[in-house]
């Protein structure tokens, strides 16, 4: 397989497939999709790579294989983000983006934000007021942070912003200024953060993390930057098997997450050579990341007498 690509290639294949129509409903994944319960925020969420493929760069929304991949990766991460949830298709990047991001990768990531870009307009034509969170996983990730860094141009819609989960990408410092308009969290209460990590089982991480570059992150239970000194607090676990059963405790190491499983119910099933956690990382924590969701959310109305 040969890596040689050209700009023309990639919006070849890009434009070859149909574009969504965000005015539809058939271009969501999720459209209004009512979770949790009145209170809850309005969610914009972005799938992460779910075309595991070296063959094509982007994968089509359009596919009813496709179609069923996201949604049923939404579905798990649902559970995490609770409140009316649009949730787009969009021409996502495929898995050989992720191993080619320096000969083409990165192109084709921006190709696919246009998608969430257009999707999030809508979004906001049907949403005009209110609180509302924006979250990913991994590339959804990568589209959260870009995503952050329109929403910081305009003041009043970043005052609407409860919190933006940026999950399995790497915050790093720096990012377009993003992190001087949406720091990370220092309480638990504080509103317009950027919450993210990326997770690993620490019996297998260190000699990988010796390679990595540093990233930026919250820890997944307390919710606050690792340099704040926070209250130990208990894992919640997930809200799906057999996250449910699964108790683990995290530290931090140049900026990733590791975790020690406390109840020996097969977490290291799931991990990727070397210890990685990402396939996980969202459902591992989704009980405390919805707790997190509430809280902050609250915090917003009462702040803005909603």
Same mark, same amino acid.
């Given at each position: ?30 459209? %209004? ?41 939404? =579905? ?47 979004? +906001?034509?049907? +949403? ?13 990730? %990568? ?11 305009? =003041? ?52 990988? +993390? ?34 449910? %059963? ?14 020690? =499983? ?14 990685? +956690?990402?396939?996980? =990382? ?19 109305? %009462?702040?803005?007498?909603?």
């Amino acid at each position: 397989m040969t890596t040689d690509h050209s700009t023309g290639e990639l919006r070849a294949q890009f434009d070859g497939l149909a574009g969504p129509d965000y005015a539809a409903d058939s271009a969501w994944i999720r459209r %209004r999709h009512p979770s949790g319960r009145l209170g809850d925020p309005a969610v914009f969420y972005v799938h992460p790579t779910t075309e595991r493929t070296l063959e094509r760069w982007f994968a089509d929304p359009h596919d009813a294989e496709v179609r069923s991949g996201a949604a049923a990766v939404a =579905e798990l991460h649902g559970h995490a983000f609770p409140g009316n949830t649009w949730a787009p298709a969009y021409r996502q990047a495929t898995t050989r983006a992720f191993h080619q991001h320096r000969t083409g990768g990165d192109a084709a990531y921006d190709l696919a934000f246009g998608d969430v870009r257009a999707a999030f307009h809508v979004f +906001l034509h049907e +949403l005009p007021d209110g609180p509302f969170v924006i979250a990913g996983h991994s590339q959804g990730a %990568r589209h959260t942070i870009d995503l952050l860094a329109e929403i910081a141009e305009d =003041e009043r819609l970043s005052g609407r912003l409860v919190a933006a989960y940026a999950i399995g990408a790497g915050i790093r410092p720096g990012r377009e200024g993003v992190l001087d308009v949406f720091p990370l969290p220092r309480r638990a209460d504080q509103c317009g953060v950027l919450i993210g990590w990326n997770a690993s089982l620490r019996s297998e991480t260190a000699p990988a +993390l010796e390679r990595r570059q540093d990233p930026l992150s919250v820890n997944p239970i307390t919710f606050v930057d690792w340099q704040v000194t926070a209250s130990p607090a208990p894992h919640l676990g997930g809200a799906t098997e057999p996250f449910d %059963r699964i108790r683990v405790s995290v530290a931090s190491d140049r900026g990733h997450v590791l975790v020690d =499983e406390d109840t020996d119910h097969g977490l290291a099933d799931f991990a990727l050579p070397g210890g990685s +956690l990402h396939a996980v =990382e969202v459902q591992l924590f989704s009980r405390d990341l919805c707790a997190d969701v509430r809280r902050r959310t609250s915090a917003w109305r %009462r702040a803005n007498h909603r």
